[in-house]
């Protein structure tokens, strides 16, 4: 026999064993876990956390609901879950539910085996056809999850009573497999009551019929913390099905934020134009999601996702590349100035702790100034600042702006020479792009530090000495 198995019979001859989809993940994951590698791809930040929760609950063979606000990779750990199931696993030939050929459960495939026993055909599913996915929504039906009599099978003409005239839903396709649930407390409770049946007392009622329905399911699901703790949005009964109840959370710094965000991030593909973010930009960019994460003005309970610092970014980046496509320069290099384009990316994913929407504005403001002061300490020293200072004694001023060119801000060095030290260790290069950058974070650091005052009209903004 050469292939693989295409009877029941070969299958049994192969030495293939039935293993039920739990101990199969086990198995799998154990083997991850053996070999030094990760049982989820992809997700960053949760390797002392979140992971080792997940791998005792894979390896305890329980249901997983993972808790946690927007934007935690929750879905992406769920999706990656599909990983842990075998490449390619046989089922019944034809068979909506994947049926064990060992132990068929829907009626067409015990017919069909009780027909043709060993010689039973038999077909490979991927592991993919093994996921199955509903985000819960309030209208979701017992259809949806477990199934509906289907008018054209009762008008070939087959009784209601007959299980034949059944077509299964996402739950009872998803056989063998992972089936996930987001949001679980949207589900209307009678909804919840029918899930529980199927996967707890393995059977469930159709119109008014009756059916016996073992599948073998390996439950996971996501939810807010607030509605799953919430009396009344999920019934006690399936609350109890999950073995493992795991906490996610965001980044707790800001270099994993920037590893997320470098990720995630897609480079523009410009000819012509070479894009390069300073450390010292995405790293106000990772602070301002983090600073709006401890503002009491920002609602936690709704939760600031890293797709914020995402979007962000790239927002950041694509203002910096128009700029160096309108004065035709060959680097785009992102500046403070350009942190004014973040209001756009910033304002659908920040929901404000106040009644009057006009103070969304400020409240965001607020959080940009922290963050970019933030990073300025962290990587200037006050004092080495002094000689830069004692250059806007004489009523000096310097004037920046978004659309400002780069080689104006060369010219600022040739009338603050002190400036030249702390703009190089900052800049990382001497182009003039990245030096713009640099300049406006040490001006800007320097205003927010009330060392210099600030005059800002449209995109431009002046700089000079308090007085």
């Known amino acids: 026999m050469t292939g693989r198995p295409a009877t029941i019979g070969q299958l049994r001859g192969s030495g293939w064993a039935s293993v039920p989809v739990k101990e199969e993940v086990r198995r799998n994951a154990a083997a991850r876990i053996a070999a030094g590698r990760p049982v989820v791809r992809g997700v960053l930040g949760y390797d002392e956390t ?56 829907s009626r067409a495939a015990r017919d069909l085996v009780a027909e043709h026993g060993e010689d039973t055909p038999v077909e490979w599913v991927g592991r993919d056809q093994r996921f199955g996915e509903k985000l819960a929504t309030p209208d979701t039906s017992i259809a949806d999850l477990i199934g509906e009599v289907d008018p054209i099978r009762v008008a070939e003409g087959r009784y209601l009573s007959d299980e034949l005239t059944l077509h299964y839903g996402l739950v009872p396709r998803t056989n063998r497999g992972i089936f996930a649930i987001n949001e679980l407390p949207d589900l209307a409770e009678r909804i919840q009551v029918g899930l529980l049946n199927v996967l707890e007392e393995r059977d469930v009622q159709v119109r008014g019929y009756k059916v016996r329905l073992p ?40 270099d994993t934020e920037l590893e997320v965000v470098r990720q995630e991030w897609k480079p523009p593909a410009l000819g012509g134009v070479r894009v390069d973010v300073p450390a010292h930009m995405a790293e ?23 797709r914020l610092s995402v979007a962000n970014y790239e ?7 128009r700029r160096a496509l309108r004065l035709g320069e060959p680097d785009a290099v992102p500046r403070v100035s350009d942190l004014e384009a973040l209001a756009s990316s910033t304002g659908g994913k920040v929901e404000i702790e106040t009644l009057d929407d006009s103070e969304g504005g400020a409240v965001v403001e607020g959080v940009v100034r ?9 990587r200037c020293r006050i ?25 104006e801000y060369l010219a600022v060095l040739a009338r603050f020479p002190a400036l030249r030290g702390p703009v190089a260790s900052l800049a990382g290069s001497e182009t003039p792009a990245a030096v713009a950058s640099a300049v406006e974070l040490v001006l800007e650091g320097l205003h ?18 308090r007085g």
């Open 370 to 378: 922290t963050a970019v002061l933030t990073v300025f300490r962290r």
């Open 50 to 105: 979140v992971l080792p929760q997940l791998e005792n609950a894979l390896l305890a063979g329980h249901d997983v609901i993972l808790l946690g606000e927007r934007g935690q990779a929750k879905t992406r750990i769920i999706r990656s879950l599909v990983d842990l199931l075998d490449e390619e696993t046989p089922v019944v030939a034809g068979s909506e539910i994947n049926d064990d050929p060992y132990h068929p459960v």
């Open 448 to 465: 927010l530090s009330r060392r210099l005052n600030k005059h800002a009209v449209g995109g431009r903004a002046s700089y000079r000495t």
């Open 383 to 407: 004092d080495d600042y002094r000689p830069v200072l004692a250059g806007f004694d004489g009523g000096e001023a310097v004037n920046v702006g978004d659309d400002v060119p780069s080689a």
């Open 284 to 306: 106000i960019v990772a602070s301002i999601t983090h600073e709006a994460r401890r503002s009491a003005s920002v609602n936690q309970r709704s939760g600031v996702s890293v």
């Open 315 to 321: 927002t950041l980046v694509a203002n910096a590349v």
């Open 215 to 254: 599948l073998d399911v390996l439950l996971v699901a996501s939810a807010n913390p607030e509605d799953y703790t919430n009396r009344g949005r999920i019934i006690t009964p399936l609350k109890d099905r999950f073995g493992a109840q795991i906490r996610t959370h965001y980044p707790l710094d800001v």
